[in-house]
């Protein structure tokens, strides 16, 4: 079987609007499931790599072995789980386009902005697509230099530059880190369903301490009940980081169109049908 015939692909007639509600319908049973819906589409994206064009949403290979039980996923079956129902309502929609679908759903629901998408994603068949491990950030490289070198590493593999890096982690606005899953522990903000940019305002406002437990590095406002991960911080750290840092935290509807246009962006990070039309419209093949 040769790979083309081997893919599935979003047949015909799915409506979309139809597929969007039966998304919110599932994130107003539990509104905690959105960020996770958010994280699933971000770890199914980001493992694009530039230079061999291999990895990103397309394919959807996180729902098999290895890809699935990488450390960066652990947690995301939620997610998975959660839009299972939805594909069994709508079967002609692949995985790949549900999954970034339920991402920009989510980003919507939860107040931020609208975030473009188009389908045509298709679905692996198996494993054998999967990108190596490694290709996500991980949340600390043990120094402030190794940890900025590290951002700048995964993101520019993917094609980001400083401004589109600061954008997209702007997401941690949403969201807890779970012990079970990462081994870090509580939300970087006090409105974790409600998207903002709210992660800059607390980054900027707030004395950073590293908390004293026996779990990893982490950082924690006075109270203690909120936290940034060392990546997050070295957004502060980093000078050129920082000034986009200060202008998403002056400038909320900044934030929100320059996070709508990278998030869009990364969902169709190496989608062979787009790269195809991008091609024809160039005109080397007509
Ligand atoms: Fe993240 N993230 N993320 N993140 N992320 C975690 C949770 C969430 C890093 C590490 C972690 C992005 C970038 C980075 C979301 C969205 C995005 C957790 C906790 C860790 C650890 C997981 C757990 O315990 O369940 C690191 C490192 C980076 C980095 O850039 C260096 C980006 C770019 C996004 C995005 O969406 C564009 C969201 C949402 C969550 C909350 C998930 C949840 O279940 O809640």
């Given at each position: 079987?040769?790979c083309?015939?081997?893919?599935?692909?979003?047949?015909?007639?799915?409506?979309?609007?139809?597929?969007?509600?039966?998304?919110?319908?599932?994130?107003?049973?539990?509104?905690?499931?959105?960020p996770?819906?958010?994280?699933?589409?971000?770890?199914?994206?980001?493992?694009?790599d530039?230079k061999?064009?291999?990895?990103?949403?397309?394919?959807?290979?996180?729902?098999?072995?290895?890809?699935?039980?990488y450390?960066?996923?652990?947690?995301?079956?939620?997610?998975?789980?959660?839009?299972?129902?939805?594909?069994?309502?709508?079967?002609?929609?692949?995985?790949?386009?549900?999954?970034?679908?339920?991402?920009?759903?989510?980003?919507?629901?939860?107040?931020?902005?609208?975030?473009a998408?188009?389908p045509?994603?298709?679905?692996?068949?198996?494993?054998q697509?999967?990108?190596p491990?490694?290709?996500?950030?991980?949340?600390?490289?043990?120094?402030?230099?190794?940890?900025?070198?590290?951002?700048?590493?995964?993101?520019?593999?993917?094609?980001?530059?400083?401004?589109?890096?600061?954008?997209?982690?702007?997401?941690h606005?949403?969201?807890h880190?779970h012990?079970?899953?990462?081994?870090?522990?509580?939300?970087?903000?006090?409105?974790?369903?409600?998207?903002?940019?709210?992660?800059?305002?607390?980054?900027?406002?707030?004395?950073?301490?590293?908390?004293?437990?026996?779990?990893?590095?982490?950082?924690?406002?006075?109270?203690?009940?909120?936290?940034?991960?060392?990546?997050?911080?070295?957004?502060?750290?980093?000078?050129?980081?920082?000034?986009?840092?200060?202008?998403?935290?002056a400038?909320?509807?900044?934030?929100?169109?320059?996070?709508?246009?990278?998030?869009?962006k990364?969902?169709?990070?190496?989608?062979?049908?787009?790269?195809?039309?991008?091609?024809?419209?160039?005109?080397?093949?007509?």
């Amino acid at each position: 079987v040769s790979c083309k015939e081997a893919e599935t692909t979003s047949k015909g007639s799915v409506n979309y609007d139809k597929v969007r509600e039966a998304i919110v319908k599932v994130i107003e049973v539990d509104d905690n499931i959105a960020p996770a819906m958010l994280r699933l589409a971000w770890h199914s994206s980001g493992s694009y790599d530039k230079k061999t064009n291999t990895g990103g949403s397309d394919g959807a290979t996180m729902r098999f072995s290895p890809e699935k039980d990488y450390a960066a996923n652990a947690g995301l079956f939620r997610a998975r789980d959660a839009l299972e129902p939805v594909k069994k309502q709508f079967p002609e929609i692949t995985y790949a386009d549900l999954w970034t679908l339920a991402g920009a759903v989510a980003v919507e629901e939860m107040g931020g902005p609208k975030v473009a998408w188009r389908p045509g994603r298709r679905d692996a068949v198996s494993g054998q697509e999967c990108p190596p491990d490694g290709r996500l950030p991980d949340a600390d490289k043990g120094t402030l230099s190794g940890t900025v070198q590290h951002i700048r590493d995964i993101f520019y593999r993917m094609g980001f530059n400083d401004q589109e890096i600061v954008a997209l982690v702007g997401a941690h606005a949403v969201g807890h880190t779970h012990k079970q899953f990462s081994g870090y522990d509580g939300p970087w903000t006090r409105a974790p369903t409600t998207f903002s940019n709210e992660l800059f305002r607390e980054l900027l406002e707030n004395k950073w301490t590293l908390r004293k437990w026996n779990g990893p590095d982490m950082f924690e406002d006075p109270t203690g009940e909120i936290i940034m991960l060392p990546t997050d911080m070295a957004l502060t750290w980093d000078k050129e980081f920082r000034k986009y840092v200060e202008t998403y935290a002056a400038d909320q509807d900044r934030f929100f169109e320059d996070f709508a246009k990278a998030f869009q962006k990364l969902e169709e990070l190496g989608v062979k049908a787009f790269q195809e039309e991008a091609k024809k419209k160039r005109g080397w093949f007509s």
